[in-house]
């Protein structure tokens, strides 16, 4: 499923997109617990997959929260019931600070170069 960071600037509108790219449409609760439906939804499920595009401008979006990345770093890594597909033209080193809790994920980089 295609999540574009574009569509989504606030944090609600990010996981409401992901979650409908996955054919849940939930009355999403407010912040902090968005994320504890996110959690619920997913993992109820298949693994799933997401893309998203345009992860270069997530730097823009400090309101996102490092919760929400932990929670999609345990969403993949811990529970194994997401695989994300990043899209960004910026290094992935240069995204996120070294504390960030997506910088801890065993990344494989695959630089696809298409026409310009």
Request: neutral net charge.
């Amino acid at each position: 499923m295609l999540v574009r960071f574009r569509t989504a600037a606030r944090r609600r509108g990010l996981i409401l997109e992901i979650l409908r790219q996955l054919g849940h449409w939930p009355t999403l609760p407010d912040e902090p617990d968005d994320l504890a439906e996110l959690d619920r939804l997913i993992g109820a499920g298949p693994r799933a997959s997401v893309a998203l595009t345009h992860f270069d401008q997530v730097a823009a979006h400090p309101q996102y929260g490092i919760d929400l990345f932990a929670a999609l770093r345990y969403l993949m890594m811990d529970a194994h019931k997401l695989v994300l597909l990043v899209q960004f033209r910026t290094p992935f080193l240069g995204l996120l600070p070294r504390d960030h809790p997506l910088s801890e994920i065993d990344i494989k980089t695959v630089e696809l170069r298409g026409a310009q």
